[in-house]
Each structure stands twice: as C-alpha cells, then as structure tokens.
C-alpha cells in the first residue's frame, strides 16, 4: 500500500467509524447537520475535481447545486419518481448544463472564467426566482420525505443514505484521478502547451472536468433538496458559491481528503461560531486568513505532514520549509501527492493519447 492510501485510511477509517455510531447518541439537528456535512464534501469532491485538478475556477457551483435540487424535486412531486431516480436524473441534468457551460469555457481562463462562472450562477437564480411554475417563486417548493422500496427514510436512515453515497461518490473521484483521466487534468493545470503538444485534448478534457464537477454538484443538490425538504430561490445565491470555493481552499486543493475537511469545516464552524452572530463572519475570515498564510496546501496537506513528523518520514524543518511557502504556490499540488502521482522514470507520462 502507498503512502498516499495509508495517509488517507489512518484519517478516514476513524472518522468513518465516529460517522456510523454518532447519530445514535445525538439529536436529530445533529443528524441533519452530518447529512449536510456529507452532501458539502460531495460538492467539494465536484468542484475540487474542476478548481483543484483541472486549474479552472468557478464561483456559479451554487447554479448546479439548485439545479439538481430541483429536477429531484420536480420529478418526486410532479411525476411521483423514486427518490433514487430523481437523484440520478439529478446528477444528468447538472452535468449537461455543466457540458454546455464548459463548450463556451474553453476560451475563458482565471479572472475572466471566473467572472463567467458567477454570471451563470446569478443567471439560474434569477430564472428561478421569475419561473413560479417550475421553483414556486419566491414562495418556494415543498420536498416530500425520502423513500426507499417503500419505506420513508427518517432523519437517521436518511444520513446513512446520504453517507452510503458520499462514501461510493468518493472512491469514485479516487478512480477517476488516479487514472489515466486524472492524470491530464493535472496536466492542464499544471501547462496547457506542454499538455496538447503530449497529445491530450484540451478541449475533450476541460468540457469532461466541468461536466464531472456539475453532475456531482447536481447529486448533492438532490441530497440537499430532500434534507432540508423546502426550496427557495435565494437559497442558491453567489454567497453559497464563494462558500464551496473557500472549502476546498481551507480543505486543501487537489486532495479528496481536503473535500472531506472542507466539508466538515464549512458546516461545523459556522455552528459552533452561530451564537456570535457577525463575530462568526470575522472568525470565519481570519480562519481563511491563517490557512492561506501557514497551510498553503490547505488543512489536508498539514495533516498528511504532521503525521509524517510523527511516523519519522520527514522532520520538523521541513514542516516549517512549507509553512514558509510563498502564498502564489497555493494552487499548485503539494509535492507529496505530486510524487505520489508521479509516474516511474522511463513510463509514459500520462498514458493517455489521442487519435
């Protein structure tokens, strides 16, 4: 086993266990805030696939997030769907949108793609804020409760539902990147020229990484609209785009377990700090603040290195060597995973060739 599978089992397998056992022992806002923890690293996996892998930044991911929350919904209540089916049809409805969203994208990079992104998620709010027929307005969208083969899932059934999929959605990006796939995302993140001139199609695989990243948005916006189980418009807006941004940010660029703290912090900080009302907004800044200025690989990187100090694989000095990482190496893959990646001397670099 690698290094990298054994870093992300010795902090999975734990928090896996504390996941399966904790809703028995909390109340039933507890649960709810585990499955909305779940369905964030979900979007965090997606846009991390787009913004951490690819290089290609989005602040419009909240567009996807409503998008899929209601096509599920619509069909449940309008059609009577299976809850499972609406998921699905969910994911394919948002990754579409993300396909020919991603055609125009080609042309666009850094501030201008951004700008693109943030138009487009203010563009599927205003939609549905002026479409009462499909969102219900400003009025909003009733979400029945979840059912499986006929059994309605309550609070706890229904987290265990939504971590099922995370877990399967999450070995699924591992596969995905760590392949031949994932190898020409970073690629283009890291030289556009020098990837083409290798053979890989800038343009196959940019419209894929954005139409992966929107289909696992718009799954978890299924999740999310049988959560929370009423829709509204301005629930979808620019504020919650820059939140999925800032969590893999925080969580740490390029990293599957980045999603996972990403998602953990950006639902549990809020909560803890909730009673401070706007202190919680300048709490939450200076969080940012001293992720960008001492962990420039996000909170994942640390960790990995932290445990690494701890093993005996690396020293205190070269902890402190990153920490003191200028800040315009932030986006760029933490050398561990870069070696960890990084195919053996004399292989074909990506195995990947085009006809």
């Given at each position: 086993m690698t290094a990298f599978r054994l870093h992300h089992l010795l902090w999975l397998v734990p928090l896996l266990v504390v996941l399966v056992f904790l809703p028995s022992f909390t109340t039933t806002f507890i649960t709810y805030l585990l499955s909305l923890i779940c369905i964030y690293v979900i979007v965090a996996l997606g846009i991390n696939i787009l913004t951490g892998y690819t290089g290609q930044m989005s602040v419009g991911h909240a567009g996807f997030l409503a998008i899929g929350a209601y096509t599920s919904a619509r069909l449940i209540t309008d059609l009577g769907a299976p809850f499972w089916v609406g998921m699905l049809v969910a994911g394919l409805a948002s990754g579409i949108v993300g396909f020919l969203l991603g055609i125009p994208a080609l042309r666009l990079s850094g501030a201008y793609l951004s700008t693109a992104t943030l138009g487009f998620g203010l563009a599927v709010e205003q939609i549905l804020q002026n479409m009462d027929s499909v969102s219900g307005g400003r009025a909003g969208l009733s979400v029945p409760k979840p059912s499986l083969a006929g059994f309605v899932l309550d609070d706890r059934s229904y987290f265990y539902f939504v971590l099922a999929v995370t877990i399967v959605m999450s070995l699924l990006a591992l596969s995905i990147?760590?392949?031949?796939?994932?190898?020409?995302?970073?690629?283009?993140?890291?030289?556009?020229?020098?990837?083409?001139?290798?053979?890989?199609?800038?343009?196959?695989?940019?419209?894929?990484?954005?139409?992966?990243?929107?289909?696992?948005?718009?799954?978890?916006?299924?999740?999310?609209?049988?959560?929370?189980?009423?829709?509204?418009?301005?629930?979808?807006?620019?504020?919650?785009?820059?939140?999925?941004?800032?969590?893999?940010?925080?969580?740490?660029?390029?990293?599957?377990?980045?999603?996972?703290?990403?998602?953990?912090?950006?639902?549990?900080?809020?909560?803890?700090?909730?009673?401070?009302?706007?202190?919680?907004?300048?709490?939450?800044?200076?969080?940012?603040?001293?992720?960008?200025?001492?962990?420039?690989?996000?909170?994942?990187?640390?960790?990995?290195?932290?445990?690494?100090?701890?093993?005996?694989?690396?020293?205190?000095?070269?902890?402190?060597?990153?920490?003191?990482?200028?800040?315009?190496?932030?986006?760029?893959?933490?050398?561990?995973?870069?070696?960890?990646?990084?195919?053996?001397?004399?292989?074909?670099?990506?195995?990947?060739?085009?006809?």
């Open positions: 990147l760590r392949s031949s796939v994932g190898r020409a995302f970073i690629a283009l993140r890291d030289s556009e020229i020098a990837a083409q001139a290798m053979g890989i199609s800038l343009a196959r695989y940019k419209t894929l990484a954005f139409t992966m990243s929107a289909f696992y948005t718009g799954i978890a916006g299924a999740l999310f609209a049988s959560l929370v189980r009423f829709l509204a418009p301005e629930n979808f807006n620019m504020w919650l785009s820059i939140d999925f941004l800032t969590m893999i940010v925080i969580g740490g660029l390029a990293s599957v377990l980045g999603s996972v703290i990403g998602g953990i912090f950006m639902v549990t900080v809020p909560y803890v700090l909730g009673e401070l009302q706007d202190l919680s907004f300048i709490l939450m800044g200076a969080a940012l603040l001293v992720v960008l200025l001492f962990m420039p690989g996000g909170i994942s990187a640390f960790l990995s290195r932290l445990l690494d100090l701890v093993t005996g694989r690396t020293t205190a000095k070269d902890i402190e060597q990153h920490v003191a990482k200028p800040m315009g190496q932030l986006g760029r893959l933490p050398e561990q995973s870069q070696s960890a990646n990084a195919p053996a001397s004399g292989t074909d670099l990506l195995g990947v060739k085009e006809s």
